[in-house]
Every structure is written in C-alpha cells, then in structure tokens.
C-alpha cells in the first residue's frame, strides 16, 4: 500500500495543456476515481504515476517518495505498481496462467513463488479452473478477470485502472463493479480508477475527483460532489438537473431563499441577500406539483424518459425569460408531450462563487 502525490503537476503535447497545476493527495489504501469528460487530462494523470510519462513541472509521488518530475522519472518497473488497460493487453498466444505469469518471470521472481503467486491471483478472481485455456477461448468479462489477475499476482502498492469496463456490456459492467470492490477490500492496494461513467465512480469510489480541461475541478466524497458541487462544470458533468440564475432573497446560516423565476424556493448554501447567484437543481429535487400550490413554475413537457422506478421528464417553463428545460423525477403515470404542468422546487444548491450567467436554464444531459 503507498499514498500518492501531485504537487503542482503540469504535462503538456505540444500546445495542448492536458494536466495543468494539479495538486492532489491520495491516501494509502484509498479508492480514488478520476471522472471526467474525454480529453480532461484523466489519463494522462494515470500515466504520470506509472511512469510512462514525466512531468512538465511539479512532482509525482508515490508513498511519499518522489518518482517524477521535470526531466526524468523513475522506471514504471521499480514503482511497485500494477495496471489494468481497457484493452485488457492479454498475450494472444499465452494460456491464461502464462498471461498472468509473464511479468513475474520478466522479474526473476522464482519459479515455485511464481506458481503460488498465479494461482493465488486466479484463485481470487474466480479463474482457478482456466489457468490452460487461450483469451481468445474466454469471455470479455473473463479477460478482465486475467488482466486484473496479472496486476494483482504482481503485489502492487498501488493499482491504476484506466477505463478497465469501457468494453463490457451493462450487466457485465456491474458485475464486475463489485468485484473492483472486493479486491480493494481484500488487498488493501490504493486504487486509482479512470472513468467518464460517473455512476462506476460514484458507486466505487471513496472520493471522487472531476477534471475538466487539465484542471482538477473538485475532490470530494461521492455524497458531497452530487449534493455540493463546486463549481458549475461539476454541477453541470454529475447528476442530472439544471443551472439556474437566481437572486438571493433571504439568508440564514446555509438555508437560503431564492428568487427563480419570479417564485421563491429553497436552497443551500452561503450567499447575500441581493446576490444574483447560479443556483444547482437536481431533478430529484424537482417534482410535478398541484395547480393550486404557491411558488410552483408552470411549463410544458417537452420530452419524458422512462427509467424504471421513474419517468425523467423535461420541462420547458412558461415566459420569454426561461429559454431552455429543467428535468423532473418522477413516480407514477406521466403527462404526455406537449401537456402542461406545474413544477415545485424542493431544494437547490447555490454554486460558490458562481455569479449567475445568461438565460433561466441552461440544461446538463448527463454523460
């Protein structure tokens, strides 16, 4: 097990600034997803801790030890790491055992604590009974399992996993979700997991950290980043909902007043009375209301998604000042398109520091 460090970590190609002034600590035996949007600098922050890139300037760490920086950096095999590539990176014309044994004998590791090694590792990932066949003879969530396989029977400090289910199917995808759990359970290893999907980072990590564009945009438990975003970009990437411009109209302590579109509604969070402010709604937040409610928005359904438990609606608010559509969870027969509704604004969350932008909505399709 080891921590891992970025100290004002910078990498660019070319022009293109992928990781930009990061500083990140990771905790040893910590389960950390890296969730962005493609090209946010995820994976280059990934290949900067297995060594297969250097960085521009900062320092990269692993158990407190630098092992990176401007101008060189120490070789990926002497950093006691293990990696599982979406692509799985099996040997084609290995069986399963010689795939997952073939960094240990790169390695020298002798011949009778390489056997133990593999089989403890296959063992683990319920692989035991395929140690002869070929990956082509197996499934894709099978591979996987070898891949992960190989990293573990290496004993690594520290795990990097880089979109490893991107090419599993939905059901395989969540099975496999818990398996990356109880392996982190079971070995303790600090796990660094690169993913777009934020409902993989959501239900796996401990904290979760959002890049947009090179930066680091927010870290926080997965509780906190859908509750409290940060900023607009994370409000906008995690969970689905609605950026609003508001007006604070009353303030005490973190319960606040707001004035959205002539109503007043709850929210959370610091902000002065008189402040125009952007405020965050989740559509979980937002519920279809009676025509006779006070402080309800009325609109038009515009489009509804139904997602088992419940139909997500888009409505489009009523008036020249709400240009685009908030969503709306909802349990129960839906309204069909075009049907008019009132909306109740349960909770929001105001933005920090946000100032409030142009338009009543500008709307987040989740990723």
């Not at 997952?100 to 002798?110: N, P, T």
């Not at 990356?180 to 600090?190: D, L, Q, S, V």
């Not at 929001?348 to 100032?355: R, S």
């Amino acid at each position: 097990m080891a921590s891992v460090g970025f100290e004002a970590v910078s990498k660019r190609f070319g022009a293109t600034k992928a990781v930009e002034g990061v500083d990140l600590a990771i905790c040893d035996g910590e389960f950390i997803a890296l969730l962005g949007p493609s090209g946010c600098g995820k994976t280059t922050l990934l290949r900067l801790v297995a060594g297969f890139e250097e960085p521009d300037t900062g320092t990269v760490r692993i158990a407190g030890d630098a092992v990176g920086g401007p101008g060189w950096s120490l070789a990926p095999e002497k950093r006691h790491i293990g990696m599982v590539f979406q692509s799985y990176a099996l040997w084609p014309h290995m069986s399963v055992a010689e795939n997952v044994a073939f960094a240990l004998r790169v390695r020298r590791v002798a011949a009778s604590e390489r056997e133990r090694r593999v089989m403890g590792a296959l063992d683990m990932v319920g692989l035991a009974g395929f140690v002869a066949r070929k990956p082509w003879e197996l499934s894709g969530g099978q591979r996987q399992r070898v891949a992960l396989a190989r990293c573990l029977a290496m004993q690594p400090r520290v795990v990097l996993l880089d979109e490893p289910l991107a090419n599993l199917d939905a059901h395989l995808r969540e099975s496999m979700q818990q398996e990356f759990a109880r392996f982190h359970r079971e070995i303790g290893a600090t796990f660094i997991y690169v993913t777009h999907d934020q409902a993989e980072a959501m239900a796996l990590a401990d904290r979760v950290a959002v890049m947009d564009h090179g930066h680091l945009e927010q870290i926080a438990r997965p509780q906190a980043l859908y509750r409290e975003p940060a900023s607009e970009m994370v409000a906008r990437f995690v969970g689905r909902g609605a950026i609003a411009p508001v007006e604070v109209v009353a303030a005490e302590g973190d319960r606040l007043t707001v004035d959205l579109l002539g109503r007043r509604v709850p929210a959370r969070g610091t902000g002065r009375v008189g402040e125009r402010r952007n405020l965050c709604l989740r559509a979980a937040d937002v519920r279809l209301a009676g025509a006779d409610e006070p402080n309800t928005i009325w609109g038009r359904v515009t489009a509804a998604s139904f997602q088992g438990a419940s139909t997500f609606l888009k409505v489009r608010p009523d008036g020249d000042g709400a240009r685009e559509e908030l969503q709306v969870e909802h349990r129960g027969p839906a309204p069909g398109l075009g049907e008019p509704v009132a909306v109740a604004v349960a909770d929001g969350w105001l933005i920090p520091g946000q100032a409030a932008g142009d338009g009543a909505f500008a709307e987040r399709s989740s990723p």
